[in-house]
């Protein structure tokens, strides 16, 4: 985290256009390292140093009485994740007091763990850092992943939970916290009683290898159709770059019509189930307890342990987990060939799932699960 000073107003908006943050010229703030690089690029700020020269870094020390500044960094996976961490630190020090600066449209979402955490504005001022006795970040994670690199398998190393609660410090993390959805949130998007079962598919980044195919998504939706099941689907058409076939009886095409994370939260909360790649959505549904089914392909399945309701489904290629993210693979193919794999097919999908509904049936992780035949 550095200390920059702007000599511009600076506007930052997301890939949907929505607005994350603002600056205004001849103020310092805080910022992430890779936000540095970016407004540098563009000469919109100089840097005045390193955080840790204004605020120590925790460490381990009591924080009774005291108050946590948390600057965010990395997705809202990464701070979803982060969450369970903060209250294990929470748990133990009542009372201090945790602050997490974070981007405006995390908000709603992160108020609704504010017992443990309370989101502040994002970039911080440094005139704010006097408010606080040390700061927590996860921008040192590199090296305990290093660490665990030459172990190339999905099962092996830290999942997200231990490497997190190591990087930030905090005390081991024994069950994610729950994300319970205020009325106001829920209410607005609710689609009513249904005897009959509600997946929800979220079609991830056509330009991303950690993320199943489309075609593939579709020969899915069309075998749980055939199973007289609900089909929603989920995502952004920017992402996609496909258009999405009109809809056949069953299913529901609610592309775009999830704008911000508080309304996916909404609907997924309202499936019995969830199949989506690795991203933000195992994150959400394994924080609402919703069975959720998890499609490894570039990325190690190994981050999803912890989560009681989410299962992992990958396959025993030479090449994976690379850990490639972008377009790009690092072996020059087009996409990820995992997804060609066997058991990658939307068949083995679709059994995977059915054996998911059963088991989280039988033991009550998800009540309104009905029988499936």
């Given at each position: 985290?550095?200390?920059?000073?702007?000599?511009?107003?600076?506007?930052?908006?997301?890939?949907?256009?929505?607005?994350?943050?603002?600056?205004?010229?001849?103020?310092?703030?805080?910022?992430?390292?890779?936000?540095?690089?970016?407004?540098?690029?563009?000469?919109?700020?100089?840097?005045?140093?390193?955080?840790?020269?204004?605020?120590?870094?925790?460490?381990?020390?009591?924080?009774?009485?005291?108050?946590?500044?948390?600057?965010?960094?990395?997705?809202?996976?990464?701070?979803?994740?982060?969450?369970?961490?903060?209250?294990?630190?929470?748990?133990?020090?009542?009372?201090?007091?945790?602050?997490?600066?974070?981007?405006?449209?995390?908000?709603?979402?992160?108020?609704?763990?504010?017992?443990?955490?309370?989101?502040?504005?994002?970039?911080?001022?440094?005139?704010?850092?006097?408010?606080?006795?040390?700061?927590?970040?996860?921008?040192?994670?590199?090296?305990?992943?290093?660490?665990?690199?030459?172990?190339?398998?999905?099962?092996?190393?830290?999942?997200?939970?231990?490497?997190?609660?190591?990087?930030?410090?905090?005390?081991e993390v024994h069950e994610p916290v729950r994300l319970v959805l205020p009325s106001e949130i829920r209410e607005p998007w609710d689609i009513g009683p249904s005897t009959t079962p509600r997946i929800g598919l979220v079609l991830s980044s056509a330009d991303n290898m950690r993320s199943y195919p489309l075609k593939a998504f579709l020969k899915i939706a069309e075998g749980l159709i055939e199973k007289q099941m609900a089909v929603f689907f989920y995502g952004q058409s920017r992402e996609i770059q496909h258009p999405i076939p009109d809809s056949p009886p069953w299913l529901c095409n609610c592309v775009d019509r999830t704008p911000n994370t508080e309304t996916l939260a909404a609907m997924i909360s309202q499936m019995d189930a969830v199949i989506c790649s690795d991203g933000l959505c195992m994150h959400i549904g394994g924080l609402l307890r919703i069975p959720t089914l998890v499609i490894f392909l570039s990325s190690a399945a190994r981050i999803a342990g912890g989560y009681p309701t989410v299962f992992t489904h990958f396959a025993d290629y030479p090449c994976s987990p690379c850990g490639a993210v972008t377009s790009e693979c690092p072996r020059k193919f087009p996409h990820c060939r995992v997804s060609e794999h066997p058991d990658m097919q939307p068949r083995r999908i679709i059994e995977r799932l059915m054996g998911i509904l059963q088991y989280a049936r039988r033991n009550k992780n998800h009540s309104r699960v009905p029988a499936i035949h």
């Open positions: 985290m550095q200390i920059v000073e702007t000599v511009q107003d600076v506007r930052a908006y997301d890939f949907r256009g929505q607005l994350t943050y603002v600056m205004s010229a001849g103020r310092q703030y805080v910022l992430h390292d890779y936000e540095v690089r970016n407004a540098l690029r563009d000469g919109a700020v100089r840097v005045l140093g390193s955080l840790d020269e204004r605020l120590p870094r925790y460490g381990g020390q009591s924080l009774s009485n005291e108050r946590l500044y948390v600057p965010f960094t990395g997705g809202l996976g990464d701070g979803l994740t982060q969450v369970s961490c903060l209250k294990a630190l929470k748990d133990q020090y009542p009372d201090c007091t945790i602050d997490v600066s974070c981007p405006l449209i995390h908000h709603p979402v992160l108020r609704c763990f504010s017992d443990i955490a309370q989101p502040t504005e994002y970039p911080t001022p440094v005139s704010e850092l006097t408010r606080y006795s040390a700061y927590a970040s996860l921008e040192d994670m590199t090296e305990i992943i290093r660490e665990h690199q030459s172990k190339p398998s999905h099962q092996n190393g830290l999942n997200n939970f231990e490497l997190f609660s190591r990087t930030l410090q905090t005390p």
